[in-house]
């Protein structure tokens, strides 16, 4: 049928019974590894360092996928590379997982998030292949590099937070943690950074709302960057999808490159 002969109540009945579909083909098909890059800036002095932060990884056996995130981690050249937890769900993704990320090429630091503990991996591994890059696996231990410039923390997900992570005055103290909400529990401490995950963003966002689901853990920090008592916090909407839920509206995955 010509277009001119389409009457206008067709029209919109048409785009109204298309619009669901063309939702549902994004969020199934289109963004759920469609990788958005981010930059941001933190404070107003002179940056001295570029980190890349993603998280959630949730690796369960799209090698391709996890590949093309590592080689975009590499083309962004970050002085430091961290992650904040969830590997994997299942351990038997652990080797694949990483035998990938090994081929960063930035000293990479991670946390543990709650599917890391769930699904029984043995940290063994992790340790060695993220000390291998130059970096570390954290739990509740901090590591100064860069000449002192950098004293990098990290927390376990586990519910106490340890009061001994130390604040050094004369570097840039950043905290790593998967829960969000743990920005809360720090005391009287103040860091230049936080970076957390968990959130995966909701996954689902609808416009002008936000995320009709969030996990425990985040509270109102739900995806991006949040001014708290302990400092500026950026909660990034991961890289992979909870369970089997494998998709994403308005919520692209994403690495998050900051400027400190």
């Known amino acids: 049928m010509p277009l001119k002969n389409i009457s206008r109540r067709k029209f919109i009945a048409a785009a109204v019974l298309a619009t669901p579909c063309a939702v549902l083909a994004d969020a199934k098909l289109v963004e759920p590894s469609w990788l958005k890059v981010r930059r941001l800036r933190i404070g107003s002095a002179p ?30 050249a970050p002085d430091f590379i961290c992650f904040t937890g969830d590997l994997v769900e299942d351990q038997k993704f652990m080797p694949e997982t990483l035998e990938i990320l090994s081929g960063v090429k930035a000293p990479l630091f991670g946390v543990p ?28 231990e901090h ?20 009061p001994h992570l130390p604040l050094l005055p004369s570097a840039k103290n950043i905290l790593l943690m998967h829960y969000p909400a743990h920005a809360k529990k720090l005391g009287d401490r103040k860091f230049d950074l936080l970076l957390a995950g968990h959130s995966h963003g909701g996954q689902v966002r609808i416009p002008f709302y936000g995320a009709p689901i969030i996990p425990y853990g985040c509270d109102e920090y739900d995806l991006g960057l949040f001014q708290t008592p302990a400092g500026p916090l950026y909660v990034n909407p991961g890289i992979g999808y909870i369970f089997n839920y494998d998709f994403r509206f308005n919520c692209r995955p994403e690495i998050t490159v900051i400027e400190v």
């Open 47 to 76: 940056a001295t360092h570029r980190l890349v932060h993603f998280t959630d990884l949730h690796h369960k056996g799209d090698r391709a996928y996890l590949q093309s995130v590592v080689n975009q981690i590499n083309a962004l």
């Open 113 to 140: 998030g709650n599917h890391d503990y769930w699904c029984q991996a043995s940290f063994a591994p992790i340790q060695k292949c993220f000390a291998a890059t130059g970096g570390a696996w954290l739990l509740d």
């Open 143 to 162: 590591r100064t590099f860069a000449g002192g410039q950098i004293n990098l923390a990290g927390l376990t997900c586990l519910p106490h937070i340890d």
